[in-house]
């Protein structure tokens, strides 16, 4: 079992920043791949961003550029650094985490970027 909690989310203008982190109840060194998905209304749940264990990252092509995923082992944490927000990006951001046997999905932070 691993459980994941998120936290960071909030409004904030068109430009500004945000800094989500998803903690881990495992040590994230026993996680193959962590990720952050998001979801706005009447939309599909899409990845963000993902980074394994030795480092490799993985963005959408709308977010390069202006997010950085990151990762603190020993806060069992890791971070999706926004910046040059849009209103776009306004959904649901999830955490998950992919292991050898299953998949593992936080509750979720809303972000919401205003004009």
């Known amino acids: 079992q691993v459980q994941l909690v998120e936290s960071g989310g909030g409004l904030v203008q068109a430009g500004g920043s945000l800094r989500l982190s998803c903690t881990a109840s495992?040590?994230?060194?026993?996680?193959?791949?962590m990720g952050w998905y998001r979801q706005a209304p009447g939309k599909q749940r899409e990845l963000v961003a993902s980074i394994t264990r030795d480092g490799s990252t993985v963005y959408a092509d709308s977010v390069k550029g202006r997010f950085t995923i990151s990762r603190d082992n020993a806060k069992n944490t890791v971070y999706l650094q926004m910046n040059s927000l849009k209103p776009e990006d306004t959904a649901v951001y999830y955490c998950?985490?992919?292991?050898?046997?299953?998949?593992?999905w936080g509750q979720g932070t809303q972000v919401t970027v205003s004009s």
């Open positions: 495992r040590t994230i060194f026993s996680i193959n791949l």
């Open positions: 998950r985490a992919a292991i050898p046997y299953g998949e593992y």
